[in-house]
């Protein structure tokens, strides 16, 4: 694994810790238009990069199966639908703002829990970011190193404010602000793991790209629609949301063909 690659790895990390280190420089909880939009930001770019760097690629690489080259995408989306799905079972989390814990019951602190949902959510972005970094490696898969980076740079500038939404609230219930900016650099941590685990297994798996890069997308999509897209429309209504999305999807699609 060059060093190209392994420091296209870290930049959504890098993304993590940079929003996390807002603890140290800004007071208080971020206020609840200001959560909207940086919720709507993410899912604009999650959106625009699941279809964009994910599902797009996974079509054009079946098409010498004719009419059925439908069929890895829809199957590999499905598949990670159903992924992240049981992992939201089985793994016991509580999003923000959330009163009520998700998955099974448990006796673990709120934070805790807290920490456990980011990293659930970054799961599949990390996965993203192998995958795609394995399809450059490869010569059989035609994806670019501006592909890939755009990828990576996409999930990093959503990563910012999520590394600040999960910060700032722990300092304010009264974590100190080094625990605070551990804990959401931590929650960061799980993506260039992922990506490095993922690169090694599609190794294996390479005539499976176009099912990989669906997989990835779907897992991507079910953190939108079942976390941020909820979490951006919830409470008082507001506008910023929608507007944000448009600008992360329009970024991260201005970002897949400038480096593309």
Not at 31 to 44: D, I
Not at 50 to 76: H, K, N, T, W, Y
Not at 154 to 181: D, Y
Request: net charge negative.
């Amino acid at each position: 694994m060059n060093m190209q690659v392994l420091s296209g790895l870290m930049i959504p990390f890098a993304g993590t810790a940079l929003g996390s280190a807002c603890v140290y420089f800004m007071k208080g909880e971020l206020g609840p238009k200001v959560q909207k939009a940086l919720m709507g930001f993410a899912s604009g770019v999650m959106v625009a990069a699941s279809i964009c760097s994910l599902i797009i690629p996974a079509r054009e690489q079946s098409e010498d199966m004719g009419r059925l080259s439908f069929l890895p995408a829809f199957v590999g989306f499905w598949i990670g639908i159903l992924f992240l799905l049981t992992l939201d079972m089985v793994i016991p989390h509580l999003h923000l703002n959330a009163e009520k814990e998700e998955g099974p019951k448990s006796s673990l602190k709120k934070t805790t829990m807290m920490v456990l949902a980011v990293t659930l959510h970054n799961i599949p972005e990390g996965m993203a970011v192998g995958v795609v970094y394995a399809g450059f490696l490869s010569d059989n898969v035609a994806i670019t190193s501006g592909a890939a980076l755009a990828l990576a740079l996409g999930i990093a500038i959503q990563n910012f404010p999520e590394g600040a939404i999960i910060s700032m609230p722990l300092c304010a219930e009264g974590a100190s602000k080094k625990r605070a900016f551990g804990y959401g650099a931590l929650s960061g941590a799980v993506e260039p793991i992922g990506a490095a685990l993922t690169i090694l297994a599609t190794g294996f798996f390479l005539p499976a790209m176009p099912y990989l890069l669906s997989f990835a997308a779907g897992a991507m999509m079910y953190v939108v629609v079942e976390e941020l897209i909820p979490e951006m429309s919830s409470g008082e209504h507001s506008n910023v949301g929608v507007l944000m999305f448009a600008t992360g999807f329009t970024l991260m699609m201005a970002l897949d063909v400038a480096l593309g």
